[in-house]
């Protein structure tokens, strides 16, 4: 996105990776402008968020890829009250929870891009949003969505 036209408003913590390091591959991903999840190399089950563990089979053998689309909008909200100082001014805006049906149904929140009083549909096709925030002493990329 261009500059100026950032989901996230100024005042908001940005997000911080683990301190454990497990979700770095993420993070470096979306500096990159790719979305990635952590996905078995035993039995090739996809999960999110990551996890040193296995859901399904309890290996340790984990491994990030890209998510295969398409994402769909499988839930939403238009949040009218600001939950933190910051987005007094801000709202309202739209919070979605996308889902990969071609990668195990994972789900991703994020916001929905855009006109914050658009129509918003279940089921919808969406895309990934790369909003970078290179303006701290820690840059990073947040993932939001846009009706695809
Ligand atoms: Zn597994």
Redesign the pocket.
């Known amino acids: 996105m261009s500059e100026g036209s950032t989901v996230l408003p100024t005042g908001i913590p940005g997000p911080v990776p683990s301190p454990d390091g497990l979700d770095a591959p993420y993070w470096e991903a979306t500096r990159r402008h790719e979305l990635v999840a952590q996905r078995?190399r035993?039995?090739?089950?996809w999960q999110w968020y990551a996890e040193w563990i296995?859901h399904?089979?309890?290996?340790f053998d984990l491994g990030f890829e890209p998510v295969p689309g398409p994402a769909i909008l499988f839930s939403w909200e238009r949040a009218h009250h600001p939950v933190h100082p910051a987005l007094r001014d801000a709202g309202p805006y739209v919070v979605v929870l996308v889902e990969f049906p071609e990668a195990d149904g994972i789900r991703m929140l994020g916001n929905l891009a855009g006109d914050p009083m658009q129509a918003v549909e279940i089921g919808a096709r969406v895309e990934p949003v790369f909003e970078d925030h290179d303006e701290g002493a820690i840059p990073f990329t947040l993932v939001q969505w846009r009706r695809g």
């Open positions: 078995c035993a039995c090739g089950g296995c399904r089979c309890h290996s």
